[in-house]
């Protein structure tokens, strides 16, 4: 039974790191740069949620939705502001802009909600579920996260296989110059995808603080390192790959704090990245990049 | 430097085309890179159902005319009007908008989508789909999703390719890849298609029936093609008015007849021929 809990618990958090990874696979795939300051929307989506829940008194659901527009739009005011006059400068400049983005959020949050830790209730309004007399305790929060994240991914694929737009963005992500001159506006599709990575960022923040309750301006850091890796594991830029790659690290970390020890249980997360990567570069479900000749 | 004031070039067009303005006027176009003079002084008109050719020897500067008729080089000097439009200060999308498609040199197909959706990417702008049927697909998503399979079909069933559309289009075959870059060009709906040589690593029979698909795609569209291409009997065969670039500049203008006997690009092509100088005088 414990391994089946553990499971449950593993597949549970693995599809917040998925549902955050999903922003990183697909700004690469478009930008072709990692948006380091993810992380740090998934602070700002939660504490947006507490905020509305806590001191104008909404409800929880509302609370997601707001946090969802909040987080949108301040996704597209930090590609607008910080990374587009960058479009053409070196990658290291983007990616050394991102960490100051990742920097200047956590420093925001700090002067505005203060360094005291606040206690996030869980958005999820029913209690755990025990089943086999009690000996198998299902959280609540475990069931909504895990179906948020199929129903994401599913309307994901949809949007990127079967709509205009998303049709647009493959192009977008596969030839950038060929795209504009199908006539694509590449801005419009680099916004769109800031858009969607960002508003998946709010709802990852609002499980993972729903499950794991403690907010601080650095709760965001270390999940979006893990979903960052995740995203890697999986194979960069693929959809499908950030899905496998969250849900199977968050098996990997479960197991190994139970099983081995919790002190290492992030060393052995890297530890399998490391290998994973040594063995296949790509990634589990990474395309090889063909070379022109 | 600030564009030149377009002024009407003397440049022939094909006789049909006469009574219409040109779909594609340049005005002593010019870019440099660096200190490099890549492409100065040309000056050129396209007729709206003229098969034009632009020929030279390698490095003559021909995709970079391509690109600057295409707005992903700005030009250094002069003027684009397409359709009687300046293109100045617009992007390569807006440009495309506007009426100019292209092919590449080095196949550059969405190989990782099918060919269908390759050609749904070149309806992108015709087909009017709103972000909230995209997201959720209600709202008209169905009857602008069924408008671009038909048209996509169509556009393919030109070149027999419709029961290639759930194929990916990585694993066409190089002949089936060139074909459809083409159509993907034309679903943006152009009014001239720029094709960057389609010839290229064809052989003689492929190279024919190319030749009656550039044909076709002028007769039934009744839009204008401009070509680079080193096939000579291709150019020479279908091409109505022919610039030759050289070292960035127009060495020469005119029709097949006028080009094959023109020694000054005879000379470009081959080197300068003992006892040149006299056939020229002559």
New interface residues.
């Given amino acids: 039974m414990t391994f089946i809990s553990n499971l449950i618990n593993g597949i549970s958090l693995g599809s917040v790191y998925a549902i955050i990874a999903l922003g990183y696979t697909m700004v690469y795939g478009i930008a072709k740069m990692l948006n380091f300051a993810h992380g740090d929307v998934i602070m700002v989506g939660a504490y947006i949620s507490f905020c509305v829940t806590t001191y104008l008194g909404f409800s929880p659901f509302v609370s997601v939705v707001i946090s969802m527009i909040v987080c949108t739009i301040l996704g597209i005011v930090i590609e607008r502001l910080a990374y587009k006059p960058l479009r053409k400068a070196s990658s290291l400049a983007v990616l050394i802009t991102a960490i100051g983005v990742s920097y200047f959020l956590q420093n925001a949050a700090l002067l505005i909600w203060g360094s005291a830790p606040k206690t996030f209730t869980s958005i999820v309004p029913f209690g755990s579920i025990a089943l086999f007399n009690g000996q198998l305790i299902i959280t609540a929060e475990s069931i909504v996260t895990v179906l948020a994240c199929i129903l994401i991914m599913i309307a994901l694929t949809l949007f990127t296989r079967k709509s205009k737009m998303g049709k647009g963005m493959r192009a977008v992500s596969e030839d950038k110059a060929a795209a504009e001159l199908m006539g694509i506006n590449v801005n419009v599709s680099i916004s769109v995808t800031f858009a969607i990575g960002s508003a998946l960022a709010a709802i990852a923040g609002v499980l993972l603080c729903s499950a794991y309750p403690v907010l601080i301006p650095t709760t965001g850091s270390m999940p979006g390192i893990k979903a960052f890796t995740a995203a890697v594991f999986g194979g960069i830029g693929s959809i499908p790959g950030a899905m496998l790659g969250g849900v199977l690290l968050g098996i990997i970390e479960i197991f190994s704090k139970s099983y081995i020890s919790t002190n290492l249980s992030d060393a052995i997360v890297f530890a399998v990245l490391i290998i994973v990567l040594l063995i296949k570069p790509t990634g589990l479900l990474g395309k090889k990049i063909t070379e022109k000749v | 430097m600030d564009r030149m004031v377009p002024v009407p070039s003397n440049a022939i067009v094909p006789e049909r085309d006469l009574g219409r303005p040109p779909i594609l006027e340049t005005h002593h176009l010019g870019i440099d890179f660096g200190g490099l003079t890549a492409v100065d002084e040309l000056s050129l008109t396209v007729g709206r159902t003229e098969i034009a050719g632009l020929i030279g020897p390698n490095g003559a500067g021909k995709t970079t005319v391509f690109n600057l008729l295409?707005n992903?080089y700005q030009p250094t000097r002069g003027a684009i009007m397409l359709d009687g439009k300046s293109t100045a200060k617009k992007?390569?999308?807006?440009v495309?908008?506007m009426g100019i498609?292209?092919t590449?040199q080095?196949i550059?197909?969405?190989?990782?989508?099918s060919v269908l959706?390759n050609v749904?990417?070149?309806l992108?702008?015709s087909?009017h789909?709103n972000?909230a049927?995209?997201?959720t697909?209600l709202f008209g998503?169905k009857k602008?999703?069924k408008k671009?399979r038909e048209e996509a079909l169509e556009l393919l069933s030109f070149f027999h390719m419709e029961d290639l559309a759930n194929k990916r289009a990585g694993s066409l075959p190089y002949g089936a890849q060139r074909r459809l870059e083409i159509v993907?060009?034309l679903?943006?709906h152009p009014g001239i298609i720029l094709l960057d040589e389609p010839a290229a690593g064809m052989n003689p029979s492929e190279t024919a029936e190319l030749m009656e698909n550039i044909r076709k795609i002028r007769d039934t569209f009744q839009i204008a093609v401009m070509l680079i291409e080193h096939d000579m009997n291709l150019v020479m065969n279908i091409c109505e008015g022919i610039c030759v670039l050289d070292h960035g500049k127009v060495i020469a203008k005119g029709t097949p007849e006028e080009i094959k006997s023109n020694p000054v690009v005879i000379e470009a092509y081959l080197g300068k021929k003992k006892g040149a100088d006299e056939e020229c005088s002559e």
């Fill in positions: 295409t992903v992007t390569t999308a807006q495309n908008r498609a292209r590449f080095n550059r197909l969405f190989s990782n989508m959706d749904k990417v070149g992108h702008n087909i789909q972000l049927a995209s997201v697909h998503y602008s999703e671009s993907r060009a679903a943006t």
